[in-house]
């Protein structure tokens, strides 16, 4: 699959975890900091993305990509 994630540290291909129920997603908020300016101040619920943890099998490290 060409969209495999990488670790940074190990460089071991990440396993894409799925976030059990919606207490993890409604504690993560992805704000950015382009907002302060309210440059994406305009933006609407529908656009904002959900984040996706991937884990590294190998070192265990945990990152997340915001995905739509
Ligand atoms: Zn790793």
Known sequence: ?????ACPD?????EQMELQG???VETLSI???????????????DEILTPVPYVCPNCRRTLLYAEK
């Open 1 to 5: 699959m060409s969209s495999e994630k």
């Open 10 to 14: 190990c460089e071991e291909v990440l």
């Open 22 to 24: 919606t207490d993890v």
């Open 31 to 45: 704000v950015s900091k382009a907002s302060d300016d309210g440059f994406l101040s305009s933006m609407r619920a």
